[in-house]
T-cell receptor, first 110, second 112 residues
Framework: QKEVEQNSGPLSVPEGAIASLNCTYSDRGSQSFFWYRQYSGKSPELIMFIYSNGDKEDGRFTAQLNKASQYVSLLIRDSQPSDSATYLCAVKRWNTPLVFGKGTRLSVIA | DVKVTQSSRYLVKRTGEKVFLECVQDMDHENMFWYRQDPGLGLRLIYFSYDVKMKEKGDIPEGYSVSREKKERFSLILESASTNQTSMYLC???????????FGDGTRLSIL
């Protein structure tokens, strides 16, 4: 059974701080890794994807991948109240469906 | 930008009805997916399709069927709706390989 584990939260951070969201996965053959943001009552929105070990930066967001440890993380710098949402980690092998974690709820306190 | 369009945002149906949820994507994606999302249970895959007229069962296919007659359209069918199928239904599409999935806005379905 392929699994993706996330801490459900809520993770509370003050405005302007760095939010760190973590995810572990069980399938060592996973090749693609994604972070989605989901606001309450809305559908998931892709914010980052990463395929190789290391860091990938996009604006205030950095995705980090460590395949040896089967670990993916998302850093959000200068957190804003508008970043308050549930963040879903998802992984996949090539041309197979995504396996989603249940998400971490992030609350950014003004 | 990828556009995945689900036919209804909100839908109310009665138990025993046959319910159709429609999904259309405009990016010529090969792969399409149907999920349901419930509090505490996360996203669960119902069915997916890698090509026209092809379908694969996901994790929770019972009580559902799908149809993909055209590449851009993927329909989810509740053969005889039951109250435990009240949920948020999400359609997604992607190209083959390791590309990210893009979601529609979702349909919040209530079965009374």
């Amino acid at each position: 059974q392929k699994e993706v584990e996330q801490n459900s939260g809520p993770l509370s951070v003050p405005e302007g701080a760095i939010a760190s969201l973590n995810c572990t996965y069980s399938d060592r053959g996973s090749q693609s890794f994604f972070w989605y943001r989901q606001y309450s009552g809305k559908s998931p929105e892709l914010i980052m994807f990463i395929y190789s070990n290391g860091d990938k930066e996009d604006g205030r967001f950095t995705a980090q991948l460590n395949k040896a440890s089967q670990y993916v993380s998302l850093l959000i710098r200068d957190s804003q109240p508008s970043d308050s949402a549930t963040y879903l980690c998802a992984v996949k092998r090539w041309n197979t469906p995504l396996v989603f974690g249940k998400g971490t709820r992030l609350s950014v306190i003004a | 930008d990828v556009k995945v369009t689900q036919s209804s945002r909100y839908l109310v149906k009665r138990t025993g009805e046959k319910v159709f949820l429609e999904c259309v994507q405009d990016m010529d994606h090969e792969n399409m997916f149907w999920y349901r999302q419930d509090p505490g249970l996360g996203l669960r895959l119902i069915y997916f399709s890698y090509d026209v007229k092809m379908k694969e069962k996901g994790d929770i296919p019972e009580g559902y069927s799908v149809s993909r007659e055209k590449k851009e359209r993927f329909s989810l069918i509740l053969e005889s709706a039951s109250t435990n199928q009240t949920s948020m239904y999400l359609c997604a599409s992607t190209r083959q390989g390791g590309q990210p999935q893009h979601f529609g806005d979702g349909t919040r379905l209530s079965i009374l």
